[in-house]
């Protein structure tokens, strides 16, 4: 199993861009499925992007796709979510998600979760 933590979160008005990074430890991470998802103050958590353990396939929820780019360093153990004109609706919690079953895009799928960045656009 491995562990995850996230971080560059911050403030960042609207229409801005802010990337998030996300430090994997474990001999398994490149075998490992990886994703993020946010939580914003009393909604559910929310799932936004994922990328299988090879780079080659992803996939983004409708409200960040064309937005926000996930990617992965293999050689370097690290996950990135690029944020593209954010909205003041991207404010949340993000988490970093890590699965060993292939593919991340519920809470279910997730084996470990990052402790969270807080991501806060401003209007």
């Known amino acids: 199993q491995v562990q995850v933590a996230e971080s560059g979160g911050g403030l960042v008005q609207a229409g801005g861009s802010l990337t998030l990074s996300c430090a994997v430890s474990?001999?398994?991470?490149?075998?490992?499925?990886m994703g993020w998802f946010r939580q914003a103050p009393g909604k559910e958590r929310e799932f936004l992007a994922t990328?299988?353990?090879?780079?080659?396939?992803?996939y983004y929820a409708d409200s960040v796709k064309d937005r926000f780019t996930i990617s992965r360093d293999n050689a370097k153990n690290t996950v990135t979510l690029q944020m593209n004109s954010l909205k003041p609706e991207d404010t949340a919690v993000y988490y970093c998600?890590?699965?060993?079953?292939?593919?991340?895009?519920?809470?279910?799928?997730?084996?470990?979760w990052g402790q969270g960045t807080q991501v806060i656009v401003s209007s």
């Open positions: 474990g001999s398994t991470f490149s075998r490992t499925a």
């Open positions: 990328i299988t353990w090879g780079g080659r396939t992803t």
């Open positions: 998600a890590a699965s060993a079953k292939g593919v991340v895009r519920k809470d279910a799928d997730v084996d470990s």
